[in-house]
């Protein structure tokens, strides 16, 4: 099992600060050697539990969330519906293996593919397995049609895919690479939105392209839907696969179920993660029946994934998602909220200068560090995370109502405002 999930690790680089700025140990003695891995700079918060869009920390204090796990919690902390549906099927059976039939899987897979492009649906336990099974499934289907030498893949600048050793290659960014010895050969990097560069960088060896609809780390930077039609007919004139990551903008993050939906088009392949879980680990590689014509018996598998525990909560969230009013809800609190920033870069340009992203899959782009701007809104007790090319990255769970929304702003008003006083505008 890939116990990263996606996205889950690379906020973390560098959007918090050192233990010691919040008062924790700065050095463990030999008698109390920490028992984890020091791959995370950690806050020193600790939730004890939710509810709705809120933590409540060990202390009892609370925490509007608009971090939500880093875009898991799609429908926010101890949703009744998901709580009952894990619960009934504790009580049941957790885990079979895909030896047999598991009548779940085959639930959501058909209400995945009735309300999606595709046509089939392998599970996983995270968005980096559902990259690595989308990979996988482009190269095979060359390799069925006869063609193995087409196995590259070209990916785009700014853009991250996951943490095993083919997604950092495909994400291509150096500080994921290094000290992981010799690259995984087969990815072709451009970049971001240049038309004529991805043109050039197709070649007789190449199977797909492999996108973010909007790049998430990257800095809520969204292709247009020009661009992305574009990238369709491309792929249809090379007879190459479309791969879509919508591991964060899938699942009404951007108030469409799948964000590529806005641009018209379809994908070939499509790789899904943490709002169809809603908090639990869940992942799912999505495509057409051609695309996955080379993915036959033996070619793929994981244990885990598509256990019955997962497959309750996936199903449990569609429940909720494909509600009509669920999506329309998500728009009318995005429209809120960015009315609200745009407002804030009106008052603020010397702290925020830009909003980014769609849906609720927000950026701010920011003046100031982006890491200052976090630690001021999490003075005001709201989370946020942070991205690439210093923006302030805003995840709120799907089910955020009008008022918690404009609660949110009010927070973040206070913390701008209350940066802005200490970083006066320089004046000629």
């Known amino acids: 099992m890939i116990s990263d999930c996606h996205n889950g690790l690379s906020e973390l680089d560098r959007m918090l600060k050192p233990l010691e700025a919040y008062g924790g140990p700065t050095q463990m003695t030999d008698a109390t050697v920490h028992p984890l891995y020091e791959t995370y700079n950690r806050a020193a918060l600790r ?62 897979g058909k209400r995945l ?90 070649t007789n060896e190449t199977a797909g392209i492999l996108l973010e609809p909007v790049q998430g780390e990257g800095g809520l930077r969204p292709f247009t839907d020009e661009m992305l039609r574009a990238i369709r007919k491309l792929c249809d004139d090379n007879g190459i696969l479309l791969i879509l990551d919508e591991v964060q903008s899938g699942v009404g993050r951007t108030g469409r179920m799948f964000a590529h939906e806005w641009a018209g088009i379809t994908p070939d392949i499509m790789a899904i993660a943490k709002g169809i879980g809603g908090g639990f680990p869940l992942g799912a590689c999505l495509a057409t029946a051609e695309a996955s014509k080379g993915m036959t018996a033996g070619t793929h598998g994981t244990t885990y994934g598509g256990n019955p525990l997962a497959m309750a909560v996936g199903n449990a969230v569609l429940d909720v998602m494909l509600d009509d009013e669920f999506l329309p809800h998500v728009q009318k609190i995005a429209l809120i909220l960015k009315q609200g920033f745009a407002s804030l870069i009106d008052r603020f340009p010397n702290i925020v200068s830009e909003v980014r992203g769609r849906g609720l899959l927000i950026g701010l782009k920011c003046v100031v560090p982006n890491t200052m701007l976090l630690q001021a809104v999490r003075d005001e007790h709201m989370l946020a995370v942070t991205a690439g090319d210093n923006v302030l990255r805003l995840l709120p769970p799907l089910v955020t109502t009008e008022e918690e929304a404009r609660e949110a702003l009010k927070r973040l008003e206070t913390a701008v405002e209350r940066l802005s006083v200490a970083n006066p505008v320089k004046t000629a």
């Open 47 to 108: 939730f004890e539990r939710g509810e709705g869009i809120w933590l409540i920390t060990d202390k009892g204090e609370r925490y509007l969330d608009f971090a939500a796990g880093i875009a898991v919690n799609a429908l926010g902390h101890n949703h009744p519906h998901l709580v009952s549906a894990l619960k009934d099927q504790a009580d049941k059976l957790w885990h079979v293996s895909n030896i047999y039939e598991v009548p779940g899987q085959e639930k959501l």
């Open 113 to 202: 593919t009735e309300n999606t492009f595709a046509d089939r649906v392998f599970f996983t336990n995270s968005g980096a397995e559902a990259i690595e099974c989308a990979i996988k499934t482009a190269r095979r289907y060359h390799f069925v049609n006869g063609q193995p030498d087409r196995y590259r893949i070209v990916t785009f600048e700014g853009a991250f895919h996951g943490r095993t050793l083919a997604t950092i290659a495909a994400t291509g960014q150096e500080k994921y690479l290094e000290g992981f010895g010799p690259k995984v050969d087969g990815f072709d990097q451009v970049p971001f939105g240049d038309e004529k560069a991805l043109k050039a960088a197709i």
